[in-house]
């Protein structure tokens, strides 16, 4: 896998979960914070995001709002437009109303633990899913829109899927646009780019910085300093990391013992493996995959 699509498959730990909802105007919700990754795609018609700071976000049909932190946060018909719902489970699908009729997608995506490209995300990331700059997340939009309008035979399987792609083309028009922060250079660094790859490709391998400098065809120092720059660890640091996302990946979605697992990312001991893997994760890795283990059909 690349980078991005590495990433996102391992600090995902579930599958996402979306919701239609149906208002007229005016009207109001609140959204309080939530420990996961939250989306809106409005469908059709308008409406507005407030932050808890910051300026309000107009968004207008085909728009993905993405908040990877589950930020708290408002939607309203209209800036002035007063608040009287608060998202919850089990609320009306869609309420009656004479004004402008808005349908929303509104989502959520696990993620389990922190990642440095995912770090760099402000808290709210506001793309145009109808502009003709992300044409990727533009078609993904369409499908959404196209899925949730006119369920059909395998749409139980069709919207997880569409809901994934969703998540990898708004990550990469976000990283494509002028927006975005130095995180890119780990896209557009081709120094960084072949060490991340290396770090990606091989976990298990004993590297140093010689070594994936190596690779980069770069001095240490320089390694160091725009590996630094753009993921903002060093390279060491960052192979710990991802050794751990790959260990915590296997014992979620494998049945891979632990000892296997210990070798797939680089300890010959599985007592190292269990020490580092619970100061990262704060449980024991046999604890950590009963907890993650989904129940049986």
């Known amino acids: 896998m690349d980078v991005l699509s590495d990433t996102i498959a391992a600090v995902r730990t579930g599958s996402p979960a979306a919701g239609l909802f149906v208002r007229h105007a005016p009207w109001g919700r609140r959204y309080p914070l939530v420990p996961s990754a939250g989306f809106h795609v409005l469908l059709r018609g308008s409406c507005w995001a407030l932050p808890p700071e910051g300026e309000p976000l107009a ?33 009306p699908r869609e309420l009656d109303g004479s004004g402008e009729r808005a349908e929303l997608l509104c989502g959520a995506y696990e993620l389990g633990r ?3 490209l995912l770090d760099g995300l402000p808290d709210f990331v506001l793309l145009p899913g109808r502009s ?13 829109t196209a899925e949730v309008s006119a369920p059909g035979p ?4 069709a919207l997880p899927a569409l809901l994934d792609m969703l998540l990898l083309f708004t990550l990469r028009a976000w990283f494509e646009s002028p927006e975005s922060c130095s995180r890119t250079g780990v896209f557009t660094d081709p120094a960084v780019s072949a060490a991340m790859r290396a770090i990606h490709d091989d976990p298990g391998y004993p590297w140093t910085v010689a070594t994936l400098s190596a690779v980069a065809g770069v001095s240490r120092a320089t390694l160091g300093r725009r590996f630094a720059a753009t993921v903002g660890e060093a390279p060491l640091a ?5 050794r751990m996302l790959t260990a915590a990946r296997l014992l979620r979605e494998s049945d891979a013992g632990l000892a296997a697992v210990a070798r797939r990312v680089g300890y010959a001991s599985e007592f190292a493996f269990a020490k580092a893997f619970k100061r990262e994760f704060g449980q024991a890795p046999g604890r950590y995959r009963r907890s993650t283990a989904r129940p049986a059909a």
């Open 59 to 91: 968004m207008t049909a085909g728009d993905v709002l993405f908040m990877p932190r589950g930020s708290a946060h408002v939607l309203v018909s209209d800036p002035d437009a007063e608040v009287t719902e608060v998202a919850m489970p089990g609320e």
């Open 154 to 157: 395998g749409s139980d399987a």
């Open 132 to 144: 003709d700059r992300h044409p990727a997340l533009r078609g993904a939009v369409e499908l959404l």
């Open 114 to 116: 922190r990642h440095p």
């Open 238 to 242: 960052y192979l710990t990391r991802w």
